[in-house]
């Protein structure tokens, strides 16, 4: 267990629909990272949190949004399904914003059917 | 030309085998990582480096700050240590960010 707990784990929906991913992050860590893997690809970032406040942005769709709450978690929301949104989602958390000891979730994978 | 650099981009080896990944990247860097992924996406962080060299087991991280190049060795290679290796960084100017290599895909046949 690293640490940052990533629910679901696995999650099954139709094109269309919204999806509310979720992370807990590491005991301590301030920061939440979320990345995309789509089937063959690397990692792409997502957006970043810093207690609270977003911290940066990457290639994040319009139909996504994300936030983190008071207590550190984050939500990762994705609407306006499509079947190309299917992708491993990550979740890592860090102490600091400079992302010294990453420390990644084991993943939510979404199939958009 | 990407910042991150990863070769060999697929390795196939044999069991017992000393490996060699290596990673170049061309951007000012505050920390290099080096990832694995298993089959089925779970990714676990097997080092952070800003100088020298880190050991832990079989697994063995360098860098090299003026010459932007780290390698990942893997002594003794088993079919466990098969995976997708992948190097990051994180940069001077955004620390926000890790930027990726695109993933060494290591098989290690018994």
């Known amino acids: 267990d690293s640490g940052v707990t990533q629910t679901p784990k696995h999650l099954i929906t139709a094109t269309g629909q919204r999806v509310t991913l979720r992370c807990s992050p590491r005991?301590?860590?301030?920061?939440v990272y979320w990345y995309q893997q789509s089937l063959d690809q690397g990692l792409q970032f997502l957006i970043q949190?810093?207690?609270?406040?977003?911290?940066a942005k990457g290639n994040i769709l319009e139909r996504f949004s994300a936030q983190q709450f008071p207590d550190l978690h984050s939500e990762l929301n994705l609407s306006s399904l499509e079947l190309g949104d299917s992708a491993l989602y990550f979740c890592?958390?860090?102490?600091?914003?400079?992302?010294?000891?990453?420390?990644f979730g084991s993943g939510t994978r979404l199939t958009v059917v | 030309k990407n910042e991150v650099e990863q070769s060999p981009q697929n390795l196939t080896a044999q069991e017992g085998e000393f490996i060699t990944i290596n990673c170049s990247y061309s951007v000012g860097i505050s920390a290099l990582h080096w990832l694995q992924q298993h089959p089925g996406g779970g990714i676990v962080s097997l080092f952070m480096?800003?100088?020298?060299?880190k050991k832990h087991g079989r697994l063995i991280a360098t860098i090299n700050i003026q010459e932007k190049h780290s390698s990942l060795h893997i002594t003794a290679s088993h079919p466990r240590d098969s995976a997708v290796y992948i190097c990051?960084?994180?940069?001077?100017?955004?620390?926000?960010?890790?930027?990726w290599g695109a993933g060494t895909k290591l098989i290690i046949k018994p």
């Open positions: 949190y810093y207690n609270g406040e977003e911290r």
């Open positions: 005991s301590g860590d301030l920061s």
């Open positions: 480096l800003s100088s020298g060299k």
């Open positions: 990051a960084v994180s940069t001077m100017d955004s620390n926000y960010q890790l930027i």
């Open positions: 890592a958390s860090s102490v600091d914003p400079g992302g010294y000891g990453y420390t």
